[in-house]
């Protein structure tokens, strides 16, 4: 009783805020920022080729080497268009940011620090699939509550640009000094993962808050030309580096233009008047088929009518609501009605007068998704004719 209750309350508190995700069907846009984490930057080897002296590994365990990095900044944009079944295209453009702190590791030509930082800008095509948040709903004993909460997932490529800026590499030779410095950029290949939820905000039709992680990568080597200023040497130095790893925690905002807003709710329905309609309706508590005192009311009021009016036919049908399987619902709707008509016939209606039919969750009188326990639409409907 406590879990259900505590699922009653969360559910009544995202009521105002969140709306059922509905899957994106047309033009959409996006935004997100958010913090990125860089793996530390292997450097695989180091070259000077104004001296002649080619790419060398820098020791025999070179992925010992690598350049320290702070957490940064993660800022993207998209245009994409969802297909109305969860299936999602975009176009991205994304910068990532982070500092460099420092050097792990050995063997890099006497460098034991560094400092500046590397600016990554990027330009990718994604597909993303978003899943039916009903399947995060709750039914059996706790009935349907509808989870305000969209989760997807996607992939995408493209090209991404690494621009190293002001970067600088101090060491010893000489005293602690500043041995190498660059302002270069080497693009290439680029690929991501992406795994997020999405929130409807139900006041704003087609407006939805996101949370996402990517792990956003490069692929190959890269070489930063760097101006080297060892004691008495002036020369050009090539740092290769071979990895390029980025992880990013965001929060966004998306808007997708075509979405219509919620329905009006349903007008009440008139209650019948005794003497002058024809048509009566009994409801039924959920999941059961046998007649309330308020039911067998009903019931008494159409029998007599019987007696006022001329009828040549009485027909008594069973409907469901559509929190159950269809199967079960028109079993269940059958006896509901067959209930309906044992008592007219107790209260004096010829049983040959009358026909019994079944409908199930069909020809609702509150329209409602699968799975909803609409009173309403628990009913059976007496027709005079």
Excluded: C
Excluded at 29 to 43: D, F, R, V
Excluded at 170 to 191: M, S
Excluded at 277 to 300: E, G, H, N, P
């Amino acid at each position: 009783m406590k879990l259900r209750s505590a699922l009653l309350a969360a559910t009544v508190l995202a009521a105002p805020i969140a709306a059922k995700a509905e899957a994106i069907s047309g033009l959409y846009i996006g935004a997100g920022a958010g913090a990125n984490w860089l793996q530390n930057e292997k450097i695989k080897s180091v070259g000077f080729p104004q001296a002649g002296i080619p790419q060398t590994r820098l020791n025999a365990n070179d992925s010992e080497t690598k350049i320290k990095t702070d957490t940064g900044f993660v800022g993207l944009f998209s245009v994409g268009y969802g297909f109305g079944n969860g299936l999602r295209v975009e176009v991205e453009g994304n910068y990532r940011t982070n500092k460099f702190n420092g050097i792990k590791g050995g063997g890099l030509q006497g460098f034991t620090s560094a400092g500046g930082d590397e600016r990554k800008y990027g330009g990718m095509v994604n597909v993303l699939y978003d899943f039916d948040p009903n399947v995060l709903g709750f039914a059996n004993v706790f009935g349907y509550i509808p989870f305000p909460v969209s989760p997807y997932i996607g992939v995408g490529a493209g090209y991404a640009w690494a621009q190293q800026q002001n970067v600088r590499l101090t060491g010893f030779p000489g005293g602690v000094r500043e041995l190498a410095r660059t302002n270069a950029g080497q693009g290439g290949f680029a690929y991501q993962g992406i795994a997020g939820v999405a929130v409807p905000i139900a006041s704003v039709p087609g407006l939805s808050i996101t949370g996402e992680y990517r792990f956003f990568g490069m692929v190959g080597d890269r070489d930063y030309n760097y101006q080297y200023f060892a004691p008495g040497v002036a020369t050009r130095a090539v740092v290769r580096f071979n990895e390029e790893y980025n992880h990013s925690a965001m929060l966004g905002i998306r808007y997708a233009f075509n979405t219509a807003p919620p329905p009006p709710p349903p007008a009440p329905v008139a209650a019948p008047q005794r003497e002058v309609a024809r048509t009566y309706l009994v409801f039924f508590d959920w999941d059961r088929a046998d007649l309330t005192d308020r039911a067998r009311q009903i019931i008494a009021e159409a029998a007599q009518a019987t007696t006022r009016v001329q009828v040549t036919r009485i027909e008594v049908s069973g409907y469901t609501d559509t929190s159950g399987t269809p199967r079960y619902n028109q079993g269940l709707s059958v006896r509901r009605a067959q209930n309906v008509a044992s008592e007219l016939v107790r209260l004096g209606v010829p049983r040959q007068a009358i026909t019994v039919q079944g409908f199930g969750e069909t020809r609702l009188l509150v329209p409602t998704a699968d799975g909803v326990r609409e009173p309403q639409n628990r009913r059976v409907e007496i027709v005079l004719r």
